[in-house]
């Protein structure tokens, strides 16, 4: 949509809110609502950018006034939560320090980034865009809802207070270590991570002794404030992790300092999986097509996501792209090798959606197509595990944000001449009205 | 096909003994590539080499023979363009013999000394029905040395090899760029020196004709330059932007050496040049990232070439990070799904690889008289819930499993 004359983006904009309010039936499809059975012939109504109704045709009433959109043949699913990238182009934490939790991705990202268009082509709705994992800590990651936006903030997702939402990055294992002041070594990693977390335990126990008064409080220090939101449970902690003892060591870390986290990667989940699942831990799998290209990827293997589901826990089983490691186009295709490897559909596709919201704690808002929650959803030409599938649409709160059928979209999709640029236009777009 | 004539073969076959290098195998499907698809066919492979190819009624399979079965038969994959073997998984200084830094120009450098047939990628890809390699030095350095086609298999180097060398590699732009050559300009130029080098050294060889002591002295990086002269070696140039490609066309007229060009990102931009100049073009991954020098890579190239008729395959390529490499097998079925179908896209990682690899005489379908190299699947090969199930080179399993 972003070829349509600048001049019309007023009418649009006008339309795209009349479309809001105006409710729109998706009707015929096989809906795959993730948080039950899938359903043949099944119908969406979605309304100021909310699923309404989901379910069998003949037990959704479709509203008179509503603009029916028949979607015979297709499927339907929802929105795919990507828990891991690094599109935007934004870096975090600069190297001066290991530790570095005050940077904030919010103040990186270029929010008209083609990497964002690209994830708009392969289905993804909402991002984790952290940093990289050349730190023990990199920064705050940010979660965003991948409509075109003219900003980030009106990307970012939020809390109730307006505060943009995020967790924190955090990595162990070999990428983190380098010549001083970072560790050279993993007992050094572990050493200066548990120095940070004791250093900010006893900054919050400065705060509560000033009980508010400000002449007694510390001096502020963003670091900290940063370390507390996570130590309070509302800044969870998404780390890189590879091998085996550094999986057992963040479940460490964890339990000493009562951090949620969610271990990213994981390539050897498949070997601590028992571990993993007693500590309650939630994976964010990275699915690669061969094992190898750095020592700690050595025994990578896709059954991580198998094993997890044969001990009773495929709730913990998610995936990311790690966009530009895997592609964020082709996301559906991870959660398809796992099915190779030997995990389920229904684990594949929770892992690609609910399961995914709930590392980021967003599955009151997506991950799944019932009633009340954002419309966030795809229209993919078959079966969302087949190779041959393709997303044809992709809408994000009831607007279509990409069209396979549109030219200027398809480039995103399939890239050519200028399909690396970012996307332009100063008052583009809050996603295409149905018409 | 004639079906008496395979009878009667299959029948005098009967009489001889059996060899480790026979074989059967049996697919609902077996696409020969080369001709229709057969329905519950048989194919049978005697010392080495396809003897019989056909349905039920066609083929009588020998007894005794070990018989292998599956949904779906092909030809064994070959991947037109690989590193694996000279680049190794760990990614260590100590396994990436893929490209020596000390030089711009290394024709001389042999894939055949640095090959590791042990190496755990190849066993990897092995494993995905991928039989034959064209693997070899890297698109690194404006000439990084020479390339080599394999089989995946053996132990050592000597049992894995098909042809010793098979190409020299060639690379422009920003991937060979270093301080010098350090512009597009200066690289035709450092490349048009070394061929017209080349060319001194081949009068003074053909001057001296028989006469020994009128030889100059050896020099093992112009005899293989010289051979790509004399066009018995092409020279693979990895071009992506449209400018390079245009030059490596340029430099092919100028020097009359066989071009087979690499990468080639922007190739659907001289689209008329390329077919003009009857180039075979081997093409980046459909996964490649499709940053810097790819950021206007598109996976629609693949049909834009089948349309222009333009000899084509695809290729792994040469990766430096994670994964350290693609896999054939899966770059086809993305090529398959953004238009360019599932059974061309089989056959461009099976026969269009044999023919631009020149070894279609043994190598890419399913016909009598070919080497016995087949992948066997539980389901269509490019579908990712699908797994290869077995992989034969010239009749004997070297994998059997579930991948």
Redesign the interface.
């Known amino acids: 949509m972003r070829t349509l004359a600048r001049s019309l983006t007023l009418a649009l904009l006008a339309a795209a809110a009349v479309a809001q309010e105006l409710p729109h039936a998706f009707v015929g499809a096989r809906v795959l609502p993730v948080s039950g059975p899938p359903l043949e012939d099944g119908v969406i109504v979605v309304q100021f950018g909310r699923v309404r109704a989901v379910g069998v045709r003949a037990a959704v009433e479709v509203p008179a006034s509503a603009k029916v959109v028949d979607v015979k043949g297709k499927v339907l699913m929802p929105g795919l939560v990507d828990t891991h990238s690094h599109v935007g182009g934004g870096w975090g934490a600069d190297s001066s320090a290991p530790i570095q939790p005050d940077v904030r991705m919010l103040d990186a990202i270029n929010c008209r980034d083609a990497g964002l268009q690209r994830a708009q082509a392969g289905g993804i709705t909402t991002i984790n865009v952290m940093s990289g994992s050349g730190h023990l800590m990199s920064g705050q990651t940010i979660y965003l809802k991948n409509r075109d936006a003219r900003t980030i903030e009106e990307q970012c997702y939020r809390f109730p207070d307006g505060t943009p939402m995020g967790g924190m990055k955090m990595a162990n294992g070999t990428n983190s270590q380098q010549d001083p002041p970072f560790p050279g070594t993993r007992g050094k990693s572990a050493a200066l991570v548990r120095e940070r977390f004791l250093a900010a335990q006893e900054y919050k126990r400065k705060l509560d002794a000033a009980a508010g008064d400000p002449t007694k409080l510390p001096a502020r220090d963003l670091g900290h404030e940063a370390m507390l939101e996570i130590l309070a449970g509302q800044r969870i902690v998404h780390h890189h992790t590879h091998r085996h003892d550094d999986i057992v060591t963040v479940l460490r870390l964890s339990k000493e300092f009562g951090f949620r986290v969610v271990l990213h990667h994981v390539s050897e989940a498949w070997k601590v999986a028992d571990e993993i699942a007693a500590a309650n831990a939630a994976c964010s799998l990275i699915v ?8 700690e ?2 025994d990578f293997d896709a059954r991580s996501a198998a094993e997890l589901e044969r001990l009773g826990r495929p709730d913990l089983v998610g995936f990311h792209t790690d966009d ?2 895997t ?1 964020s186009r ?1 996301f559906l ?1 991870s959660a ?2 796992a ?2 490897a030997g995990v389920s559909r229904e684990t594949a596709l929770a892992g690609l959606t609910l399961n995914a919201a709930k590392m980021l704690d967003l599955q009151e808002r997506v991950g799944s197509l019932e009633p009340g929650k954002d419309a966030d959803f795809l229209v993919l030409s078959g079966d969302p ?6 997303v044809e649409q992709t809408w994000v709160e009831g607007s279509k944000v990409f069209d396979l059928a549109n030219e200027a979209d398809r480039l995103w999709a ?8 970012a996307r332009a236009g100063a008052l583009c777009c809050v996603g295409e009205a149905v018409k | 096909m004639n079906a008496k004539l395979i009878g009667a073969i299959t029948l005098a076959l009967l009489s001889q003994p059996t060899l480790a290098q026979d074989l059967v195998v049996r697919g609902e499907r077996v696409h020969t590539v080369s001709g229709a698809v057969i329905d519950n066919g048989i194919v049978v492979v005697k010392a080495g080499k396809i003897v019989a190819v056909g349905n039920e009624r066609q083929v009588q399979p020998p007894g005794g023979v070990r018989t292998l079965s599956a949904k779906v038969v092909t030809p064994g994959l070959i991947d037109a363009h690989s590193v694996i073997g000279l680049a190794g998984y760990l990614n260590q200084p100590q396994d990436q013999d893929q490209h020596d830094p000390t030089g711009p120009i290394q024709p001389e450098l042999r894939a055949i000394d640095a090959y590791n047939a042990r190496e755990r990628l190849v066993e990897w890809v092995r494993g995905f029905g991928v039989t034959t390699l064209h693997t070899g030095h890297g698109p690194q350095a404006l000439v990084s040395g020479q390339t080599m086609v394999v089989k995946t298999r053996g132990e050592t180097i000597d049992e894995a090899v098909l042809v010793p060398r098979a190409m020299i590699a060639a690379t422009l732009g920003a991937a060979s760029r270093t301080k010098s050559p350090g512009t597009a300009g200066k690289q035709i130029s450092m490349l048009r020196e070394a061929l017209i080098g080349a060319q001194e050294y081949q009068r003074k060889l053909r001057a001296a004709g028989d006469d020994a002591a009128a030889r100059p002295e050896r020099d093992l990086r112009k005899e293989a330059l010289v051979d790509v002269l004399e066009r018995k070696t092409p020279l693979l140039v990895t071009a992506h932007r449209h400018q390079d490609i245009v030059s490596a066309l340029r430099l092919a007229s100028e020097f009359g050496f066989q071009l087979v060009l690499d990468g080639a990102s922007e190739a659907y931009v001289v689209i008329d040049e390329l077919r003009l100049a009857k180039v075979p073009v081997i093409v980046h991954p459909p996964m490649a990232r499709f940053v810097e020098e790819l950021e206007n890579a598109s996976r629609s190239t693949y049909r834009k070439l089948a349309d222009a008729n333009i000899a084509f395959t695809l290729q792994s390529g040469y990766e430096s990070y994670v994964p350290k490499t693609r896999v054939i097998l899966y770059e086809a079925g993305v090529a398959a799904a953004y238009g360019l179908g599932a059974e061309r896209a089989l056959r461009s990682i099976t026969l269009d690889a044999a023919k631009i690899l020149g070894l279609d005489a043994r190598l890419g379908s399913l016909e009598v008289g070919k080497d016995g190299d087949l992948a066997l699947y539980d389901g269509d090969p490019f579908e990712y819930a699908s797994h290869c199930i077995g992989t034969v080179i010239e009749g004997v399993p070297v994998f059997e499993g579930s991948r």
């Open positions: 690669l097509d061969t094992p190898g290209g750095k020592l990827a050595m530009w490691i592609d082709l295709r398809a090798l099915v190779r595990l087949s190779t041959y599938t393709r399939e890239g050519g001449w200028g399909a690396g640029l």
